[in-house]
Structures are given as C-alpha cells and as structure tokens.
C-alpha cells in the first residue's frame, strides 16, 4: 500500500497484469474503514431529502496522452497535489467546506495531515464567509468528530505543539454519532454554526 | 478535433508519437477564443483582491490502471461524463455554482449544449439557496452573456423551442464587458443577485 500527499490511498491488486501494470483500486485504509464512504453516503441521504447538497470533489489529475483510436482513452497521467479539500456544497445558500481526515494516533490528530495549500484553501473559504469544517476519525477510538477548520487554524497558529490531543476534540469539536442512514449525521453540528455565524 | 458529452475538445497534436498515440492538449475551441481561461483568470483576480473564492472543478476522470514502477503513473483512464457544473465556490458567504458554454450559433443558445444531470444539478443548488449561474458566450457577436441558471431552466420548462434567441438574452440576463484583469467581470451580477435573494 502506498501513501501520496494527495491523502489517497492506492493498493496493489492482486490481478497481475503485466509485469510492471496492475489493477488499480482505491482504498480509504489510511482514512480508518470508510470515513470517505460514510460522508458520501451521508451526503446522499441529505440530497435525497433535500436537506443539503454536499458534493465528493473529483481527485485532480494531470492528463498527458490519449489514444484516440476508438473512444479517447487516456494512457498517461498523474495524480496532482490536492490543493483543496475532500467536499464542497450547499447548506441554505451558505458555502460549505469539508476535510475528512482518518489519524490510527491514540494521543492526538498531526497537523501533518494537512498540507500548507490546503490551510490557505480553508482560510480563503472563511474569509469569504463560507463554512469550513474538518471530519476527523480516530480509528483507535472509534470516535469521529466535526470540527470547526478555525478550531485547527487557531491551534496551528498559536501553539507549540505539531498535533492537537485526542482529549482536546470534546472541547473544539462535536462527536459525530454514527447510524445506518445517514451513516455520519453530520449536519446538525453545521446548522448549528450556520445559525451563529 | 473531437467534441465529447461532458463539454471539453481534444486536439490531436501534430507530434505523432506512435501509431495511435498522440500528444494531448485541451482546448477550449468550442467556448470560443478562451472562455473557461477568461473566467479562471477573472477569478484569480477575485482571489487576489479578497471579492470571492470561485474554483475550477476538476474534470472527472475514472481511473483504471496505474503503474507503480516510480512514481504512480496511470496507463488507463476514462473521461466520465460531467455531472456537475465547471466551476463553484463562495461569495459573502453565499453558495456560487457557474456553467460556461460558448455557441457559435448566430441565432440562438441551444438547450441540447446542458445535459440533463447538469440541469438537475442546477435545479438542486437552487432548491438549497445556492445561486447558479450561465456564462454563454455568443462567438459570432462577440457578446458575452452571465445569466441565471433559473431563467434557462424556466425556458427550457415553458418554451416549446429548443433554444434561447440571441435577442433574448439581453432582457433574461447581462452582458459581460471584457477587460484587461479581469478580463470578464461578472461579479457584480452575481452581487446584484445576491442581494435581491
């Protein structure tokens, strides 16, 4: 398994196909189980009810060459560093911003995680008064919050420490309580800022 | 040149590379002269000067195979088709979703150039108070139009015609004054708009 900045995750599968191709898959194992998969979901059961419309961004990639003989086909691209975030949309006309972010840290989430483009990307989105959030899962504990991206932004600017203590997450954020439809009922908690700001 | 389903054109470059590979380069020939470029450069500019964050999104690409030998490089990939918009973001806080499309007819915007996910997208923001928008630029005038998703989806919902006049868009929306930076200042509609709604 192989880790990039971009935050994705690509597994080698076990179809061999030449020596040096092998099928692609992604994988969310860096984000605990399916922290991405559970936002996605949750944001189709706000979409269904029309409560709001959070999109999954497209991962951003640099096309090289493509074969044009039948339907275009791409044979050479990269991965680009993600200079956003995971999700973006609408909340009641207000512009929202999410992270996810998955940490197998006991102790505290790294600020590491997030990457100097994507701080600038959250505090541009702030500036311009949308709201910006991070979902951060600590798989150990099986607990997963929301968090104001101000919350991580403040802490960044004004503490020594390069990561932020599990313990402190009760205090900045709020427990996202998981269920089976939507899986992570995360929108109470942006109701909430949207209401105060 | 090849024009595809989700909006974009790909030239064959003329540096043949082998029998059915060709160097790749996008273009944006069938938005006029530079229409998406125009718009990205306006809105580093808004960036720049702090008046909002509109982005980019990134062309949804479905990735099939990847090659691990060095860096992850990817030997197979599909364009999917566009289900969204091209660009989104924020301005005072406020939700901003913005399709470009340039039409080289004389007389009229044909509908068939917006999909049908497209519409429903549109319809969604809407529904949770996002503002959308059109960019249609008319190549044949050289007029450039920024119009409400709204006023399209309502002709398209109440007109038995298949496509917009080019006289009507002088009363369904504004014309955009092209300028050195930006080079097409469209915020102050999306400003108008935002304030009445």
Same mark, same amino acid.
């Given at each position: 398994m192989i880790k990039y900045s971009n935050g994705l995750t690509y597994k080698k599968s @076990?179809? @061999?196909?030449s020596s040096n191709k092998v099928a692609f898959s992604f994988s969310s194992a860096n984000r605990g189980m399916n922290l991405e998969e559970d936002i996605i979901q949750s944001n189709e059961y706000y979409l269904r009810n029309k409560m709001a419309l959070i999109y999954k961004r497209p991962t951003p990639i640099q096309v090289v060459k493509v074969d044009y003989q039948k339907s275009p086909k791409i044979t050479e691209a990269y991965f680009s560093e993600k200079s956003t975030t995971d999700f973006n949309g609408v909340y009641q006309g207000r512009y929202i911003d999410i992270e996810a972010k998955s940490t197998h840290s006991k102790s505290s989430f790294p600020l590491s995680n997030i990457t100097k483009k994507q701080f600038e990307h959250l505090e541009n989105v702030i500036e311009q008064g949308g709201l910006a959030f991070f979902i951060i899962e600590f798989v150990k504990h099986a607990k997963t919050y929301i968090v104001e991206a101000r919350q991580i932004i403040d802490f960044k600017n004004n503490e020594e420490r390069k990561s932020i203590p599990f313990a402190q997450f009760e205090e900045i954020g709020r427990e996202i309580k998981r269920g089976f439809s939507p899986r992570l009922d995360y929108l109470p908690f942006v109701d909430e800022i949207h209401r105060n700001s």
């Open positions: @076990k179809t @061999k196909l």
